[in-house]
């Protein structure tokens, strides 16, 4: 009874120990289309403060993966803040062909709400899309509102899907004007700070001298020759090639050429100080949550392709953006009151004409064909029609009305359509809906499907292409597999309640949030899973 008694005494104790030592700001970072081997690759070439001091005072998930398929910007934050797949918390792409409005929709339009901080229609948008509360949600209510939650990114989905719904402020850029901006969701006007900071037009300052290689261009050995036939053209330019005269690229263009250079990362960083400070984020104790996404890494990265000198050029600067980040959280809320994250939303894979051209499998899939070679085996089998909605996202919608007027059931569709893509070059598997319904037999691509795919918002039929294939041309490149090129993904946890250590262990990128919440000692969000990385956890 007394041995009973102390052991209680002294669970409860750390139970009290744990409370009294939650962080006052929880960091989430997202760098777009981060690959796990650009560590590898780049670091002899890192600072000692930025991507080696995560790794070296925090916890390093080696093996970590996207779990679904349809592996774009949007799904990929909603997953990591919500700690669950697209399945449950509906983002199934950037965009998707929506059934009930028989139209294209955009992950954070919103007609309803209005743009603040801008004329153009940049701001109309809301998480409202968005199926399930995210950590931003939990942190919020975990003091009763009066913590803060608040998104940056370059992309308005970046920004808003993972601050949740309950955010004071998600902010992203107007490419018309190079601003910072929000939307009437949020506020009625910017924040006095985010005016300033839009004063100071940071984008022409930072983008004045142009964008040469931080190191002498030689030392690039990790990289291709910088005239690669494999990277496209910026607007201006006749090769692929450094400097670029960015002001002249811009001008020529939009603030987003401006988002292709690393400088884009630049100006997050600067806006995430001016954030910490001005929002007193961490400064008491109402825990905040401050949710940063790079996106200067997945512009350029569809523009040069991850071999390319320019890539690697964004992370040795994105690298030095993380050490003046981590030292102004020391600095400010202190090295011991925050806990952070840094992940990707996705991965990427090589330019498939570089691989073509030394003998690795790989090419592209023109969806457009596709769509056409399925529409004329429909007509062939059933009589010319209007047989399909939509074909997009790998995913292929049938047009109902069709069916019923021609007397033909949608498992007739199913049936042609697999006889069709059966002698279609580069297709691996055909899933039904019903299908995904279902319990599938045990193979690791079928249930990557399914955990992609939301039974109210996806198709009738999902699509699976061959081990490099990509929707794209021949230049730079795309992502949207679930191939590991595509879902391997970077995964540092560091801060308080995070242990020292390295990990191999298979990890999936729903679990990060839940594992956040046991270090912070919170709510799990509502949907997410329940699996944590045991191994990072005090």
């Not at 990362?265 to 008491?284: M, W």
């Not at 429909?378 to 399909?388: E, P, Q, R, V, Y």
Request: proline share 4%; net charge negative.
């Amino acid at each position: 009874m007394r041995k009973s008694f102390l052991l209680l005494a002294i669970a409860l104790y750390s139970i009290s120990i744990s409370a009294q030592e939650k962080p006052t700001l929880v960091v989430g970072i997202v760098v777009d289309q981060m690959r796990m081997d650009y560590i590898y690759r780049y670091w002899e070439k890192f600072s000692e403060n930025g991507f080696k001091r995560m790794i070296r005072d925090g916890f390093l998930c080696k093996n970590a993966h996207i779990n679904y398929a349809g592996t774009y910007t949007a799904p990929g934050h909603a997953s990591i803040y919500s700690g669950s797949t697209p399945m449950t918390h509906g983002i199934i792409g950037n965009d998707w062909f929506d059934k009930k409005e028989n139209q294209m929709v955009y992950c954070v339009y919103d007609s309803t709400q209005t743009s603040v901080g801008t004329k153009a229609d940049a701001g109309k948008m809301s998480p409202h899309r968005m199926l399930v509360p995210t950590i931003g949600d939990v942190i919020r209510t975990n003091s009763v509102f009066k913590g803060k939650s608040i998104g940056i990114s370059l992309k308005d989905r970046g920004a808003i899907l993972p601050a949740g719904f309950s955010a004071n402020g998600a902010y992203w850029m107007d490419y018309t004007s190079g601003d910072m901006v929000t939307s009437s969701y949020y506020m009625e006007k910017l924040p006095v700070w985010v005016s300033n900071f839009n004063k100071q037009k940071w984008p022409d300052k930072l983008a004045k001298n142009g964008w040469s290689t931080l190191l002498a261009i030689e030392k690039y050995v990790e990289s291709s020759e910088d005239n690669s036939p494999y990277e496209r053209l910026m607007d201006t330019k006749e090769t692929p090639t450094f400097p670029y005269d960015l002001p002249a690229i811009i001008k020529a263009s939009s603030y987003y050429s401006f988002g292709i250079s690393p400088f884009g990362n630049t100006l997050l960083g600067k806006f995430a100080e001016q954030a910490i400070i001005n929002e007193d984020l961490g400064g008491d104790e109402n825990m905040d949550l401050l949710a940063i996404s790079f996106s200067s890494t997945d512009m350029a990265g569809h523009m040069f392709g991850p071999q390319s000198i320019e890539i690697q050029d964004t992370y040795l600067r994105l690298d030095l953006e993380l050490s003046s980040l981590l030292k102004m959280l020391d600095d400010r809320v202190g090295s011991g009151n925050y806990t952070l994250f840094l992940t990707a939303d996705h991965a990427a894979p090589s330019v498939p004409q570089l691989l073509i051209d030394q003998g690795i499998p790989s090419g592209t899939v023109d969806r457009k064909d596709l769509r056409a070679y399925m529409e004329k085996a429909l007509d062939t089998s059933f009589g010319d029609a209007d047989w399909i909605r939509s074909y997009y996202n790998q995913e292929l919608f049938f047009n109902y009305k069709t069916f019923d007027a021609q007397g033909k059931s949608i498992e007739d569709g199913y049936s042609v359509i697999r006889k069709a893509l059966d002698d279609y070059d580069g297709i691996v598997s055909v899933y039904s809906k019903e299908d995904l319904q279902h319990p599938l037999p045990h193979n690791k691509f079928t249930q990557l499907t399914r955990n992609g795919w939301n039974q109210m918002r996806s198709g009738d039929m999902a699509v699976q292409y061959s081990p490099g294939l990509i929707e794209y041309y021949n230049k730079g490149t795309d992502h949207e597999s679930s191939y590991n090129y595509d879902t391997h993904i970077p995964l540092i946890l560091m801060g308080k309640g995070i242990k020292n250590g390295v990990s191999s262990d298979p990890v999936d990128v729903s679990q990060i949030v839940p594992t956040v919440c046991m270090a912070i000692s919170v709510a799990l969000p509502d949907a997410s899973e329940h699996r944590v990385i045991k191994k990072a956890l005090h």
